[in-house]
Structures are given as structure tokens and as C-alpha cells.
């Protein structure tokens, strides 16, 4: 692109405000208000990596304020550009705003000698930063890849994988369903609380999740780390897959306890680091297809046979989903707390 069609794009950003305004200052969000008119328009048959919009922010943003934020950039903005915008979209068309939620992750802020008890307190867009509004074409690249993109979990290998049309993208470690039953309170039975496993697609993500006593039912609001200090919980999504035709809670999400990844922990979520959480989110939107299997057969990166631990002592073979005990009284107690998760999270 030509840098003075750049700059001129960048100063238009910066004129008068249009009905935006109002939207904004309602919603208490850091947009600078972008009117039709002040914004020169490029063809993307001409200019193919051009921005359809640029928007530049006039004040801070806080992890609180963050969704509403991006909410309301949606609303303004979908009707200006030629293709549906979602928060996905726009994300992922400036990935470094996930590189910086990625950095909120509370042992990486420690890391930094910074120690943080409120996370959604933390400035995560600060006035002036620019945000692109793809051309169409980019759009659409960015459309096929997301719907090129799925989720692989191997639970004996504590591994979560994304993947975009065959290439590996992200490797995680996660943890996975102790090999136990226990009675939930919410579930109102002794469950299974092994991982299932299945092919299926995330059919809902909560931005506002709460995580909830299996035993008590009550939230919590605050956990301990790994470090022995106590703070709030952090406002970091989760997602949920739907697998053969079932949805037990079984969630992706955020585990305050590192320390816990790598083994058989939880209640039968699939557990990740906080940083790691983000980019999950955004490269796995309601839709995305995921593959949870039991595999104890993998491949090293030098090509050698790996032969895993039989953590749930099923070989190469398990239990159907519905034979599992209280795989049916956990559906329902997902459909009583929608926005919940009973991992027993805070200890």
C-alpha cells in the first residue's frame, strides 16, 4: 500500500465523531467514534491487504470493560464493512491483542515481579492503540481458516492441540478427569468424573463464567495459587463442546493451578493455563469442530513409538458416553447452571 494512502487512512480515523459516539460513552467504552464519511475507502481488488476501517482508541480499556468494548465496535462497525464482523473476526485480524490477554495470565505477570490480585482491573487496550478492520479479502482468508480450524485433546497425553487444515498451530498441555467417582451436589449422584471422550464441536462459549462448589453449589470468587497467595478470580472465557450428540459440562477452560496440568485433576473438564485459555477461545469459535479421543499410541518428534499410561485403565478401548455413571444427571445439572462449572477450581 502506498504509505501516504496509509497515513491519510490513519488521519481520517481521527475526525469527527459520528452516531458511535453516543453508543460508546453509553457503553463507557475507549472508541473514537469513525464516521462513513471521513474514512477513505480502498478497493480490495486494488489493494487486497488493505484495512476496510481504522479505528484508533481514545482511552483505556480494562479486562471489565473489555467485551462490552469490542460489543459495541461490532455494532457500530458490522453495517460499514462488506462481510459479517464478530468479535472473532476482529480479533483475530489484530492477534496482538490476544498476545496481550495472553500476558494477563497471573504467573506471568508474577514472572514480571508484578503480583496482581484483581486481573479484571488490568488495562489490556490503551488509548492510541489501532485496531484494523479487515478488507474483504483478508476477511475472507480469515473466514476459510477459522472454518479449516478444529480441536484435538488427547487425554492420556495431557495434550491439547489446534489445528488449521492439517497444521499443527498450538500444542497445550492441559489436565484431564480424575480416575474416580465422587457424589456432586449439583449433579445429585455419584458421576464419573473421568473425561469423556468423543468427536463433536463447541456449541457455547460463557465470557462471564462462573465456577461453582460441586459440593455446595456456591461460587466461588476468589482461588488460591500455586504460590500459596490468595486472589479474585480472574474474567477469562470458557468454552463447551458438545461430543456424540452430548453436552456433561464438560468445559475448556482456564486452570488457576498449573501445577495441576500434565495429570488426572479435575472433575472432568479439560483444564489449560490462563494464558493459553485466550488463544483457544479465539481460535475455536461456537462451531468449531473438536476430537477428544483416548489415544495411548503417539509419535515423538523424531519419530520414535510412544507407548502412554493407561490413566483410566482402558487400553485402547472405553466406555460409551451414556454408560457412564451419572453421565445423565450431569447433562441436566449443565442445564440448570448454564453459565457454571463445578471443577472445584478455588482450593
Same mark, same amino acid.
Given at each position: 500500500m502506498d504509505a501516504r494512502l496509509f497515513i491519510s487512512m490513519i488521519m481520517a480515523a481521527c475526525l469527527l465523531a459520528n452516531s458511535c459516539r453516543k453508543n460508546a460513552e453509553e457503553k463507557e467504552v475507549g472508541l473514537l467514534p469513525v464516521s462513513k464519511d471521513s474514512v477513505t475507502t480502498v478497493e480490495a481488488d486494488s489493494l487486497p491487504e488493505a484495512p476496510a476501517r481504522v479505528l484508533i482508541l481514545e482511552r483505556n480499556v480494562k479486562i471489565r470493560d473489555y467485551f462490552a468494548f469490542l460489543d459495541s465496535i461490532v455494532a457500530c462497525e458490522d453495517t460499514l464493512v462488506p462481510y459479517p464482523l464478530t468479535e472473532h473476526l476482529l480479533v483475530r485480524a489484530n492477534p496482538w491483542i490476544i498476545d496481550s490477554l495472553a500476558n494477563t495470565d497471573y504467573y506471568r505477570m508474577m514472572e514480571r515481579d508484578?503480583? /496482581?490480585?484483581?486481573?479484571?482491573?488490568? /488495562?489490556?487496550?490503551?488509548?492510541?492503540?489501532t485496531l484494523l478492520l479487515p478488507g474483504p479479502e483478508k476477511a475472507g482468508e480469515l473466514l476459510e481458516r477459522m472454518a479449516a480450524t478444529f480441536v484435538d485433546v488427547n487425554i492420556p497425553e495431557f495434550r491439547l492441540r489446534v489445528i488449521e487444515a492439517g497444521d499443527t *498451530?498450538?500444542?497445550?498441555?492441559?489436565?484431564v478427569g480424575r480416575n474416580q467417582r465422587k457424589y456432586l451436589a449439583l449433579a445429585g449422584t455419584a458421576v464419573d468424573l473421568r473425561t469423556r471422550p468423543g468427536k463433536g464441536k463447541i456449541v457455547r462459549a460463557s465470557r462471564y463464567p462462573l465456577f461453582l462448589d460441586p459440593s455446595t453449589g456456591q461460587r466461588f470468587t476468589h482461588t488460591r495459587r500455586d504460590d500459596g497467595r490468595t486472589t479474585l478470580m480472574p474474567l477469562i472465557p470458557w468454552i463447551e463442546p458438545e461430543l456424540d450428540g452430548h453436552r456433561y459440562g464438560q468445559l475448556i477452560h +482456564?486452570?488457576?493451578? +498449573?501445577k495441576t496440568l500434565n495429570k488426572a485433576y479435575s472433575n472432568g473438564c479439560i483444564g489449560i493455563k490462563e494464558a493459553d485459555a485466550w488463544y483457544v477461545y479465539y481460535?475455536?469459535? /461456537?462451531?468449531?469442530? /473438536?476430537?477428544?479421543?483416548?489415544?495411548?499410541?503417539?509419535?515423538?518428534?523424531?519419530?520414535?513409538?510412544i507407548? *502412554?499410561?493407561?490413566?483410566?485403565?482402558?487400553?485402547?478401548?472405553?466406555?460409551? +458416553?451414556?454408560?457412564?455413571?451419572?453421565?445423565k444427571a450431569l447433562e441436566e445439572a449443565t442445564r440448570k447452571i448454564p453459565t457454571g462449572c463445578i471443577c472445584g477450581e478455588s482450593r
Open positions: 508484578s503480583f /496482581v490480585y484483581d486481573q479484571e482491573s488490568l /488495562v489490556i487496550l490503551r488509548r492510541g492503540d *498451530l498450538y500444542t497445550f498441555p492441559v489436565r +482456564p486452570t488457576t493451578n +498449573p481460535y475455536a469459535p /461456537v462451531g468449531t469442530s /473438536v476430537h477428544v479421543h483416548y489415544n495411548l499410541t503417539i509419535w515423538g518428534e523424531d519419530g520414535e513409538k507407548t *502412554l499410561k493407561d490413566i483410566y485403565n482402558w487400553k485402547d478401548k472405553y466406555k460409551d +458416553p451414556e454408560e457412564q455413571e451419572g453421565g
